[in-house]
């Protein structure tokens, strides 16, 4: 189900006129750098982001990122719209597609 998800977005992504990019900092994956014209935006997928460690890996490697552009998660988890953290947005799946 997550490659199927992270599937959907990227199609999104790119119907929506984005080039997108799979992103590395410091070792770790971003799921997709997206930029269109002057816009960039990065976007981690992830089924659920209610474990400490997924919570941490979703999130923690779009902290380390010290720019200023949007950064986001997606995911399907039913608490996900309690959660921002640090600027970072959290999107419900169904919402974004």
């Known amino acids: 189900m997550e490659k199927i998800l992270e599937n959907a977005v990227y199609n999104k ?8 990019y799979v992103g590395q900092m410091d ?3 971003i799921d997709f750098v997206a930029r269109r014209g002057d816009e960039t935006a990065y976007y981690q ?4 982001i209610s474990s400490p460690e997924t919570y941490e890996r979703e999130f923690g490697n779009l902290k380390r990122i010290r720019d200023n552009y949007p950064k986001y998660v997606v995911t399907m988890d039913p608490l996900s719209s309690l959660l921002n953290d640090n600027g970072i947005r959290v ?5 974004f597609l």
Do not use: H, I, W
């Not at 992504?13 to 997108?20: F, I, M, P, Q, S």
């Not at 997928?45 to 659920?48: D, F, H």
């Not at 999107?91 to 919402?95: D, G, I």
């Open 91 to 95: 999107l419900k799946a169904e919402s």
């Open 27 to 29: 070792g770790k994956e």
């Open 13 to 20: 992504l790119v119907n929506d006129g984005y080039t997108v």
């Open 45 to 48: 997928v992830s089924l659920q």
